[in-house]
């Protein structure tokens, strides 16, 4: 499966890939370039509020000083208290707007920051290689663009103003903790590096099992995409054993992953909270001490106690942070590995174009073999085609009948050779205006949810109701589609059942509306019985009349009227001719031709 071997080809790296935890981040904060002034004054606003949560303990000592100075003196200072109590009461309310302000600003730099990333995969989507689609499974890009960015957008919401929040009341109670008492403070700051030295070693070791999780949740989305779109299949050839037993496969290593991951991940807070009480613990002791010999007040203990509790949260809140960072530079690393995949050439600077086409094709020399491997399978393909023929493409699976196709509509760059199209090479041409040029009918139907009008009217403007249902008409759809409920305007979905040969009659009607001046056909009649596809053959004889036109089949009854047929084998051809001379040479074609037709001398 295409998961699996993707799955292991990263798997093989990331022990390597676990050391980018750095990279990654600095990735995504370069990325929120455009959001820096929200995220900034989102930072500054989460920083203020905690500054007067840090004030606020130092007030209460100042409090708790002159609340015990007036229980010992009989009389208390109502307006210096009531003053304190104003004071914390203004600072707390700010600080809780702070807060919502904060939250309100880093939700919208969140949520266009998530955005970005999902269009910016979607264009890539669009200018990748056809052979990067190979190697990886669509259910592995999907989750990168579902459950790597949603990861992602949560870290930027919580996170990143909650670790601004903790590192600014962690130094603010420093700071404080030892312009009130320095020996206290030492005691605090000792017992705490041990929770430091321990998250440190726990993120090393966590977060290769963060990595492996994103790759293992992209493995088992592609594994579910392939099954389910070939349940059918899986169901008829009671393989749901052995289904069920490669899914069981992924999702034990996605458990074994995902446990370790949070397990260790999960040391983090408790540890903490040891290390937060046992700190805790020491400077009551050693307070309590310096108390009774009179070096500091029951103020300073009071306010050193909620200080305490302000330096350990923040460490508890540091480490949760961590782990939820281990997970965002995981997903970063697999959203900016696809980010930054190698693109289709950039071709802006092209300045030719095909209008007026003629339709004359020439192959010379062309030599292709696949990127990353060294076998070629085209070798030396020459072949001159005038405009309006129709070529036919036959041969064994495997001979190279689909890729010359592919090479002709450039979805993969040639090797060697060249291929024009009316004189002009393809490579001086865009991708853009090639494609225009042809119709496309594949062996592969391909529908989307919308109306059948939709479907089959899809990427062209201004096509009218009366050359819809002409098309319809010509290639026997319309009597069909007249029995849906709402015609042309019933919706394909889940709920409506349509046959293969159905789906294929919509492609089909698609191409005719598309009226490109070539068209390539490959197997467009592989899917319907004898009796559709003599009417459909009738409709592509009109189709492909004066047009220049590539058909791969097949049933070679198909192209017995073919100008030219070319027979392929290994990446060469072998025989070319019509149909009738290819006969009378008794060869390659011969042999095919009478494997299907044995009534045929």
């Known amino acids: 499966m295409k998961a699996g071997i993707t799955g292991n080809s990263k798997n093989r790296n990331m022990n390597d890939k676990a050391k980018d935890f750095r990279t990654s981040i600095i990735k995504l904060i370069k990325y929120c370039k455009p959001f820096y002034k929200i995220i900034i004054v989102a930072l500054i606003c989460a920083s203020i509020s905690s500054i007067f949560t840090i004030i606020g303990p130092d007030k209460l000592s100042d409090l708790t000083d002159l609340i015990t100075a007036g229980m010992a003196s009989g009389g208390m200072d109502v307006d210096a208290i009531l003053k304190i109590c104003f004071f914390l ?4 309310i700010i600080g809780a707007s702070l807060n919502f302000v904060q939250g309100l600003l880093m939700t919208k730099a969140t949520q266009k920051t998530s955005k970005m990333l999902r269009n910016d995969i979607s264009k890539k989507i669009n200018v990748l290689p056809v052979g990067y689609y190979h190697t990886t499974s669509f259910g592995d890009v999907l989750s990168r663009v579902t459950n790597d960015v949603d990861i992602i957008g949560e870290t930027m919401q919580r996170s990143i103003s909650q670790l601004v929040s903790a590192i600014t009341l962690l130094l603010g109670a420093i700071f404080m903790m030892f312009t009130t008492n320095v020996i206290l403070t030492i005691t605090a700051i000792i017992t705490s590096s041990l929770g430091f030295l321990l ?39 009671n393989a749901e054993k052995e289904v069920t037993k490669a ?7 996605l458990y074994i992953s995902n446990w370790k991951s949070q397990f260790l991940s999960g040391l983090m807070m408790p540890i903490m909270h040891f290390v937060g009480n046992f700190g805790y613990v020491s400077v009551c002791i050693l307070g309590a001490i310096l108390a009774l010999k009179g070096t500091i007040s029951f103020g300073v203990i009071v306010a050193f106690m909620l200080y305490i509790r302000l330096f350990t949260n923040p460490l508890s ?16 690393e697999r959203v900016f590995e696809f980010l930054e995949e190698k693109e289709l050439e950039d071709e802006s600077h092209k300045t030719k174009k095909l209008e007026n086409v003629r339709g004359e094709i020439e192959f010379e020399h062309v030599k292709f073999g696949y990127e990353g491997t060294n076998k070629i399978i085209i070798h030396d393909f020459s072949e001159h085609v005038y405009p309006g023929q129709k ?134 009649t592989s899917s319907v019985d004898t009796r559709t596809e003599i009417l459909i053959q009738e409709a592509m004889d009109k189709l492909t009349k004066g047009r220049t036109s590539f058909v791969i089949a097949h049933r070679l009854s198909t192209i017995k009227n073919a100008d030219k047929i070319l027979v392929m084998k290994d990446g060469d051809i072998i025989e070319s001719g019509n149909h009738q001379t290819l006969l009378e040479k008794n060869g390659f074609y011969a042999n095919l031709y009478n494997s299907q037709f044995e009534d045929v001398s």
Request: proline fraction near 2%; charged fraction near 20%; glycine fraction near 8%.
């Open 89 to 92: 009461l203004t600072i707390y």
């Open 199 to 237: 998250m440190k070693f726990i993120m090393n070791k966590s977060q290769k099992y963060f990595l492996a999780e994103q790759n293992y949740l992209g493995e088992i989305n592609g594994h579910i995409e392939e099954i389910y779109s070939g349940h059918q299949v899986v169901r008829n050839y």
């Open 247 to 253: 899914f069981d496969k992924i999702n034990e290593k």
């Open 317 to 332: 809140q540091i480490a949760q942070v961590t782990t939820e960072l281990q997970s965002t530079a995981a997903a970063s």
């Open 391 to 524: 070529i036919a493409i036959v041969g064994p699976t495997g001979a190279g009948k689909t890729t010359m196709v592919n090479l002709l509509m450039r979805f993969h760059e040639i090797n060697g050779g060249t291929i024009k199209i009316d004189g002009i090479p393809i490579s001086e041409l865009t991708r853009e205006n090639i494609h225009k040029l042809f119709g496309m009918v594949l062996q592969d139907t391909w529908m989307f949810e919308g109306t059948i009008r939709e479907n089959i009217a899809y990427s062209k403007e201004n096509v009218t109701d009366e050359e819809i249902e002409k098309v319809c008409e010509t290639v026997g759809l319309s009597h069909f589609i007249k029995t849906l409920p709402n015609g042309y305007d019933t919706i394909i979905s889940d709920k409506i059942s349509l046959s293969a040969g159905q789906k294929q009659l919509i492609t089909i009607a698609r191409a005719m509306i598309e009226n490109a001046p070539m068209l390539i056909l490959d197997e467009a």
